[in-house]
């Protein structure tokens, strides 16, 4: 599997950014899709998770009502719409692909697969 995000950028707060992650090498619509983030010297943090047929989304606390997961499945894509960006939303954001398990602690890390390489996201003040 390979994923290949991208969409990240310079903003100031206040403004909108969208992440897109491009999957290839398995069935995309097999598997639920995640979003983290880590930002300098802190642990990577959840951000967002879709199941894979797309019914069901899961946000962090800090990022609900601002930020979006969404997918297209014709496109093998996966996408984060980032709408009232913050200075503490800057971090490298990296779309993984969920396991067979990934929903029973989609928040975690462990619970996901395959990642794509981080695309940096900065908010300015």
């Known amino acids: 599997v390979q994923l290949q995000a991208s969409g990240g950028g310079l903003v100031q707060a206040g403004g909108s950014l969208r992440l897109s992650c491009q999957a290839s090498?398995?069935?995309?619509?097999?598997?639920?899709m995640g979003w983290f983030r880590q930002a300098p010297e802190k642990e990577r943090e959840f951000v967002a998770a879709?199941?894979?047929?797309?019914?069901?989304?899961y946000y962090t606390d800090s990022v609900k009502g601002r930020f979006t997961i969404s997918r297209d499945s014709a496109k093998n894509t996966v996408y984060l719409q980032m709408n009232s960006l913050k200075p503490e939303d800057t971090a490298v954001y990296y779309c993984?692909?969920?396991?067979?398990?990934?929903?029973?602690?989609?928040?975690?890390?462990?619970?996901?697969?395959?990642w794509g390489q981080g695309t940096q996201v900065t908010v300015s003040s």
């Open positions: 993984a692909v969920g396991g067979p398990n990934y929903y029973t602690a989609y928040d975690s890390p462990s619970q996901y697969d395959y």
């Open positions: 090498g398995r069935t995309f619509g097999s598997y639920g």
């Open positions: 879709i199941t894979r047929n797309g019914i069901r989304t």
